[in-house]
């Protein structure tokens, strides 16, 4: 079973970023998919969208997050967003293969905070 939740991020009535959180197990989430709409980009609306899904995974109780991204220099801001947050760049995950396009990005995360 492949569980994925979709969030999104509106401003004044626009949609200016979405993102994708897949389960791999239970202990390691997948940030699938991430888009910022480009009028939006700059604003904080991919940061604010990275840790809604950074949250999300802490209350699935992921002990990990992973991400593909590009190689290329036009996802350069993206990671650099996510190096900002903590990602490492780390081998292949789940059922991706090394590729000169593609990067791979990891996170380890703390619990999430226990409500008394």
């Known amino acids: 079973m492949v569980a ?18 897949r389960r791999i197990d239970a202990h390691h989430g997948e940030i699938k998919s991430m888009h910022t709409d480009e009028a939006a980009r700059g604003r904080g609306a991919g940061r604010a969208m990275l ?13 990990r997050v992973s991400l593909e991204t590009g190689s290329m220099e036009g996802f350069a801001p993206a990671r650099g967003l996510y190096a900002s947050e903590g990602f490492d760049v ?9 590729s000169p396009n593609s990067v791979c990005m990891t996170v380890s995360l703390e619990p999430a905070a226990q409500s008394k």
């Open 51 to 63: 840790r809604h899904l950074l949250a999300e995974s802490r209350r699935r109780g992921y002990q």
């Open 4 to 21: 994925r939740r979709w969030a999104k991020i509106v401003a004044v009535r626009e949609l200016v970023a979405v993102g994708a959180l």
């Open 90 to 98: 780390c081998p292949p995950f789940a059922d991706y293969v090394a």
